[in-house]
């Protein structure tokens, strides 16, 4: 009998946030805003549609689904039917919901809108039904589509005796706008259903018994939160101007309970089981880049290169982002105020920021080219003399001439995107050198394959190297290959960190997730958890195509799965050299220039096969072909051309049929842990 891929388990590390048909710009924009202030430090909590929710297989890192402002007509539209099975059977199975406003009218069993109001009135049935009831509102008067009108700061009385976790408040103001309230809530303590907080104002509508304005609704292993009222709204991302002196009063009331209600929604957002930041995160600012080289000629051809861009002018405006270009000791470095203006035409500077939503894009972004190596002093948390020392030895150590990758570092402290900085933005691409790394500390905005968003906390290795690839290789070496050789350099550049690395299991997922034998488990219980995600985007230009190779892995952060750190404590010992994010990027850049210059030369030939099964997870897993009506398959390796799976169809005995498959990636189509192919190319 084959054998099948170890078992992987899936950490939950998604907050899903819907933002498809009938939501609102802004209550996405608040639920993401004050989600990633109190989850960030855990989960990715990241925007999707309806359509990922229906077609791609979200459930199985989704810790949270969260389901916004707007208008629940619009919810029924995109949802009903398939998408609701997924969404019901998703928290049956130990997920969670969390419904605002609209969100909740959509989990109840029934919704009362506007009765009797021929321009608002919506009544109905609902498919999710999380609570029993009816959910009927408007609670309070004046409610008008897009519009503040109706806005108030309602008060909540809040039962803390169902809310146990942390400091919670006996009562607060949250913002409203169109809520309903969840009738006869109390009549439900049967069907477990407990009152979270209720209204304290006189309604507009017939509660029933009680007032409920939040509940919570236990449903199989999971359980739903629902909340007419909404306090995932900071009052300082609201708009003053907006509406007239009495809207002014609510965002007043509102900012003088913005700690009651920040400490609610962490109650809540504790009793669906998340783990909930004790601090909350402030809006990180971005902080300035610099680029720097192993050559000062280097450093100095991009300066020329850059400012002939730039011209007379004051900024250099790209596709995606707009640059400051500076010389190093041009302006005095701890003032940020002097070198750029808040009032720019260009747009607002760092100074401007302010706590509340931010739109890292207008920013403009710092970016200082040094002809020296920056000091520690100015970065302090990438030691770029120590970088370039291991670089220049692991280079040195090079059987295939490695010499430009991570030569050219471009770093930030805080930036939105490695990835975004690099592929967005076209000029500033043109103008690096094949090779260039972009890294960063921590990013705001990172990028991953499909719906996902890779988590970086403080600890985790950031980067994007530009690879030009000249269009005569393309028939003997692919471009759609260099995802297979960064996931390879990766694991390689793990295993040849330092003496007794070589012991680190830690092996690729297909087509270029890295995955690690969890240190936690027991010897017994061998189980696979995701540390490096990579995202590849390539374009096509002058003959060549430039590809933005962005990896994130978990190097000494324990969050949101498992580190580097934690598996050679627990695989190489106490012999393990420390991980540092300098050593080991150096390792990653060397090794990654090395697979991709034999590439060049000899394609992937066998020996890069024999380096990717080596490697990998699937060497004769069993799986189903979703798409073929559930028939069986065994993996048998990928195509030397276009990286395309290959599975043979089994019998009912699992023996082959003859029948061979050749499978496409698209993105998280595929779900090997489940043992799950979904899409067939022929």
Same mark, same amino acid.
């Given at each position: 009998m084959a054998t099948t891929a170890p078992n992987t388990t899936g950490k939950k590390l998604n907050v899903l946030v819907y933002s498809g048909d009938g939501t609102t710009v802004e209550s996405v924009r608040h639920c993401l805003y004050t989600l990633r202030r109190l989850l960030a430090s855990h989960y990715a909590v990241i925007p999707v549609t309806a359509e990922m929710l229906i077609k791609e297989p979200w459930t199985l890192t989704c810790a949270l689904l969260v389901i916004p402002g707007g208008a629940d007509l619009g919810y029924c539209r995109?949802?009903?039917?398939?998408?609701?099975?997924? %969404?019901?059977?998703?928290?049956?199975?130990?997920?969670?919901?969390?419904?605002?406003?609209?969100?909740a009218y959509y989990g109840s069993k029934r919704c009362?809108?506007?009765?009797?109001?021929k321009t608002l009135q919506v009544i109905g049935e609902r498919e999710l039904a999380f609570y029993p009831g009816t959910c009927r509102g408007g609670a309070f008067r004046g409610f008008?589509?897009?519009?503040?009108?109706?806005?108030?700061?309602v008060a909540l009385t809040v039962s803390k005796e169902a809310l146990s976790a942390g400091v919670v408040p006996t009562n607060f103001r949250s913002y409203y706008n169109g809520g309903g309230v969840f009738v006869d809530a109390p009549l439900y303590a049967d069907k477990g259903v407990e009152v979270l907080a209720s209204y304290a104002d006189r309604l507009n509508v017939d509660p029933g018994t009680g007032t409920a304005a939040v509940v919570y609704c236990p449903i199989g292993d999971g359980a739903a939160i629902l909340t007419g009222p909404h306090p995932e709204f900071a009052a300082v991302n609201l708009d003053r101007k907006a509406g007239g002196p009495e809207y002014a009063e609510v965002i007043d009331a509102l900012a003088a309970d913005d700690k009651g209600r920040t400490d609610f929604l962490k109650a809540c957002l504790s009793k669906l089981g998340l783990q909930v930041a004790q601090d909350t995160t402030h809006v990180p600012s971005l902080s300035s880049l610099h680029f720097s080289s192993l050559s000062s000629g280097d450093a100095e051809r991009?300066? @020329?290169?850059?400012e002939e861009l730039v011209? $007379?002018?004051?900024?250099?405006? $790209?596709?995606?982002?707009?640059?400051? %270009?500076? @010389?190093?000791?041009?302006?005095?470095?701890?003032?940020?105020a002097e070198s750029l203006s808040a009032d720019s035409k260009e747009g607002p500077s760092e100074s401007s920021q302010t706590e509340g939503i931010v739109d890292y894009q207008s920013i403009v972004k710092r970016l200082v080219i040094h002809d020296d190596v920056p000091s520690s002093k100015l970065t302090p948390y990438f030691n770029h003399h120590a970088f370039y020392s291991h670089l220049r030895d692991y280079q040195a150590q090079s059987k295939e001439g490695a010499s430009l990758f991570g030569s050219n570092i471009l770093y930030g402290e805080v930036v939105t995107s490695t990835n975004t %900085?690099?592929?967005?933005?076209?000029?500033?691409?043109?103008?690096?050198p094949t090779g260039t790394t972009a890294t960063a500390t921590t990013q705001v905005a990172g990028r991953g394959r499909g719906s996902n968003v890779w988590?970086?906390?403080?600890?985790?290795?950031?980067?994007s190297t530009v690879v030009r690839h000249p269009m005569e290789k393309m028939q003997s070496a692919p471009v759609v290959l260099i995802q297979y050789l960064s996931a390879l350099a990766v694991v390689q550049g793990i295993r040849s960190y330092d003496e007794g690395y070589d012991a680190m299991p830690v092996k690729l997922k297909w087509p270029n997730d890295v995955y690690a034998l969890d240190p936690e488990q027991p010897e017994n219980k061998k189980q696979y958890t995701k540390i490096c995600g990579i995202l590849v985007n390539s374009s096509y230009s002058s003959n060549e195509y430039t590809s933005v190779v962005g990896i994130g892995l978990n190097a000494t952060n324990a969050s949101p799965t498992t580190s580097l750190t934690a598996l050679a404590s627990r695989f190489v010992g106490r012999r393990a050299a420390p991980i540092t994010l300098e050593k080991l990027l150096a390792r990653i850049l060397t090794v990654f220039e090395d697979l991709y210059n034999r590439f060049l030369r000899?394609?992937?030939?066998?020996?890069?096969?024999?380096?990717?099964?080596?490697?990998?997870?699937?060497?004769?897993?069993?799986?189903?072909?979703?798409?073929?009506?559930?028939?069986?398959?065994? %993996?048998?390796?990928?195509t030397r051309d276009f990286g395309l799976l290959l599975a043979e169809e089994l019998s009912w005995d699992d023996r082959p049929t003859g029948r061979v498959w050749q499978l496409q990636s698209d993105s998280n189509s595929f779900d090997f842990m489940r043992g799950l192919v979904k899409r067939k190319v022929n």
């Open positions: 995109a949802l009903n039917g398939v998408g609701n099975h997924r %969404i019901e059977q998703f928290v049956r199975r130990g997920g969670a919901y969390l419904g605002f406003c609209a969100g009362e809108f506007e009765v009797g109001d008008v589509y897009h519009s503040e009108a109706g806005a108030r700061a991009v300066l @020329k290169s850059l011209g $007379d002018k004051e900024f250099l405006k $790209d596709e995606h982002d707009t640059f400051k %270009i500076e @010389k190093s000791g041009a302006y005095n470095m701890g003032t940020l %900085i690099l592929e967005k933005n076209v000029k500033l691409l043109r103008n690096m988590v970086s906390p403080a600890g985790a290795l950031i980067f000899t394609g992937f030939d066998r020996t890069f096969e024999d380096m990717y099964y080596n490697a990998w997870l699937h060497t004769n897993q069993i799986v189903t072909l979703e798409t073929e009506g559930g028939a069986r398959a065994r %993996i048998k390796g990928v």
